[in-house]
């Protein structure tokens, strides 16, 4: 006799959720991981920021950590960055460590290492 297989155990970590085909605009705070399958305009901060190929975030965010497949566009203050997707114009990204993958929207894309402006939220040298 066969038995059917049992399903997976729910997962227990928790997560803020932007679905696909969801456009959130406003400030964004969660004290858990973020994982954007749709659309953000506007602030988001947590302890980390993922935008899937589907995603968008398109504002001011600081995270600790940034993991990007989507489209990203504004300010953007984080420890460390994985970035495969595309980073739109006029986008700054202040991160102590990046691994990157990308392709410009249009025209070129610069990357200034050593950013020592006087925006940046956290100090960085």
């Not at 959720?17 to 605009?25: A, C, P």
């Not at 969660?30 to 659309?39: E, F, L």
Request: charged residues 25%.
């Amino acid at each position: 006799m066969n038995t059917p297989p049992k399903p997976a155990p729910p997962t227990t970590e928790k997560r803020t959720l932007v679905e696909e085909g969801t456009k959130f605009k406003g400030s964004l705070t969660s004290t858990c991981p973020i994982v954007v399958q749709g659309t953000i305009e506007g602030d988001v901060e947590g302890p980390s920021l993922t935008v899937s190929a589907t995603g968008a975030v398109s504002g001011t965010v600081v995270a600790e950590s940034l993991k990007s497949s989507g489209k990203i566009a504004g300010d953007f203050d984080v420890d460390t960055a994985e970035l495969e997707g595309r980073v739109e114009k006029d986008t700054t990204i202040r991160t102590n460590s990046l691994d990157a993958k990308l392709t410009a929207a249009s025209g070129k894309l610069q990357i200034t290492f050593g950013y020592e402006g006087s925006g940046g939220k956290r100090g960085k040298s």
